[in-house]
């Protein structure tokens, strides 16, 4: 499984996608917060928090938190990290290769998923990286102790990348189980919108446990709290296991 | 000592209503090269798929290496495959992609993917991306990935295919050099039976879904006899005349040709005795047997048995 991984990293850096991606996520992280800029895709927005931002945006720390909201958006760039690490294997049919090299299924699945989970992590790492420097060269104070700071960027940063990643891994099963990539694509997209079009008209807050891409933002905002955090992982991490699971042995009696 | 590298027991396989395999039994032993011949849609695919677990196993028994399919350990590891078509990351160039294999292998050597690369004639493509390969370097680029971790069995689904003739008389050498240099065990399928022919030792003939036949070379060369082919006046009266003379194996090929088997008479001695019954001898060739002959001749039993 290691193997694997080092083979998809491997792969990825002499692709242009995965700079383009990195790229584009420092760009957009830069320009939002040089601008004061907040938005993003949501169940329940914080209003009041997304004014004071706009309005406020004087320090860091507040533009980090307006760039957890927008992180929202960057779904949309981290489809191609989806496509580069694992759709390229279906679309181009290389899977053949990667299964007869020894590795069992669960262990291709699992390596997909940990493959994303860094991607993911490097890319959101980079993301508030950007913020928080960008921030500085606009002349913004900290907002808050310096090492505060870091450790409430570190917590968004470790938060964000695992919601965000439960998607991608019912991404694979819908992946796996349609054997198209586009649809899978589709559902990444779908998923927010659909979540927050569900929770507009129904008004059902159990939504929002589902609503992985901005739980962190929720954290960040207090709209979570402590308290009701375990829910939410809860979710994530069954959603997360039977993803992988049903991944694992649908591909197990598929037609390959 | 003769070890079965792979090892079927009564495998079935069903697409819906469509009978893919039917109880097909059949064993490789180490250092064969396993030649499997069948029309399209016989089933040799989907059996090479069932090897490599790429399809499940609905019925029947599949090892390889020791190791039952479905719940292959390290099996798969000392197998090298091209299946249906060679595949590789079309933007990554040559060396990569054999990188990328080679990582996934956890071989370190840098050596062994020159090796490959080399072995199978793409020295002068190292640095160009798959997607600018012709269709018969991409097939090479297949086999190098297939043999690049030294497998112990490969399994060459119409690995022929796209070849120029040069190339095809390059492969078969490469396929003499794995097995024998290597002990590669080999498993191929190919519809250019010449090809198979002057590589297999052993062949396994497929038709619907059915293994109809095994055999050796050594055995195929026996049943595949040379004959006379001999061009008569009246096919039926010298038909009639060899079965008098107690001369049984021979075919009525057409109106004026008939195939004696080699060993029944001598070309001489046949045509004194049709020339002494006041039949015309136009001529009388002698026929080497081939496998396309072989195959054509067991497909057509197989349908009259059918019938």
New interface residues.
């Given amino acids: 499984m290691i ?2 991984i ?2 998809d990293f ?2 990825q850096l ?2 242009w996608g995965f700079g383009l991606v990195m790229g584009l996520t420092v760009v957009y992280c830069a320009v939002c917060v040089w601008f004061k800029s907040v938005g993003g895709v949501m169940v329940n927005a914080p209003l009041s928090a997304l004014d004071e931002l706009t309005a406020k945006q004087t320090t860091v720390r507040a533009g980090i938190r307006g760039a957890t909201i927008n992180s929202s958006v960057l779904l949309y760039v981290f489809i191609a990290l989806f496509v580069i690490v694992i759709g ?1 294997e279906f679309s ?3 899977y ?8 069992s299924r669960l262990q291709f699945i699992l390596a997909k998923y940990l493959t994303l989970l860094l991607d993911l992590f490097i890319a959101l790492a980079l993301f508030y990286l950007t913020a928080l420097i960008t921030g500085r060269l606009a002349g913004r104070a900290w907002g808050t102790a310096l090492p505060h700071l870091l450790q409430e960027t570190g917590l968004t940063l470790v938060t964000s990348t695992f919601f965000i990643s439960v998607v991608f891994s019912l991404a694979m099963l819908v992946l796996i189980a349609s054997g198209s990539l586009v649809i899978s694509a589709v559902f990444i997209v779908i998923w927010p919108l659909a979540v927050s079009l569900g929770s507009i008209l129904t008004n059902w807050h159990w939504l929002s446990y589902i609503d992985f891409f901005n739980v962190a933002a929720g954290i960040s905002f207090g709209t979570i709290h402590t308290g009701e955090l375990w829910r939410y992982l809860l979710v994530s991490v069954v959603a997360l296991t039977v993803s992988v699971l049903a991944g694992a042995e649908l591909i ?5 | 000592m003769e070890e079965t590298v792979i090892q079927l027991r009564d495998v079935s396989k069903h ?1 819906g209503h469509y009978q893919a395999l039917s109880h097909v039994t059949m064993a490789v032993k180490r250092g064969d090269i396993y030649a499997l011949i069948g029309e399209n849609g016989a089933g040799k695919t989907t059996l090479m ?1 069932l090897i ?5 196993t609905p019925s029947g028994e599949v090892m390889v290496l020791g190791e039952h399919a ?1 719940h ?1 350990r ?4 000392r ?3 091209i ?1 249906e ?1 060679p ?6 160039t040559v060396r ?1 992609n054999l ?3 080679a ?4 071989l370190n050597d840098p050596q062994a993917i020159t090796d490959a690369i080399q072995f199978v004639g793409l020295t002068a493509k190292v640095r160009t991306q798959a997607k600018h390969l012709s269709l018969g370097q991409r097939q090479r680029l297949g086999l190098a ?1 297939a043999i690049l971790a030294h497998p112990d069995l490969l399994i060459l689904d119409e690995p022929i295919n796209g070849l120029d003739p040069t190339g095809i008389v390059e492969f078969r050498t490469l396929l003499q050099r794995l097995n024998q240099e290597q002990q590669t065990t080999i498993l191929i399928s190919s519809h250019i039976l010449t090809e198979l022919y002057q590589v297999a030792t052993q062949f396994g003939f497929l038709h619907h879904g059915t293994l109809i036949q095994t055999l050796s070379k050594p055995a195929l060369d026996a049943a595949n006899q040379a004959g006379l082919v001999v061009t008569v006046s009246d096919v039926n009266a010298a038909a009639s005349l060899l079965d008098a003379q107690q001369i049984k194996q021979f075919k009525v090929l057409n109106e004026r040709d008939l195939l004696v088997a080699a060993g029944q008479i001598e070309p001489a001695a046949l045509n004194r005795l049709l020339v002494d019954h006041q039949l015309e001898v136009m001529s009388i060739a002698m026929k080497e047997g081939s496998l396309e002959d072989y195959y054509t001749d067991l497909i057509a039993h197989s349908q009259e048995g059918r019938a």
């Fill in positions: 193997n694997q080092r083979a491997y792969r002499r692709t390229y181009q049919q290389t053949k290769n990667t299964l007869i090299s020894g590795i197990q009696h598929k037609e390959l | 697409f798929r490599l677990g790429l399809s499940p479905g292959y390290h099996a798969l590891s197998v090298g495959a299946i078509a595949a590789a990351f079309s933007k990554l990569q990188e990328v294999i990582i996934q292998h956890g990935t």
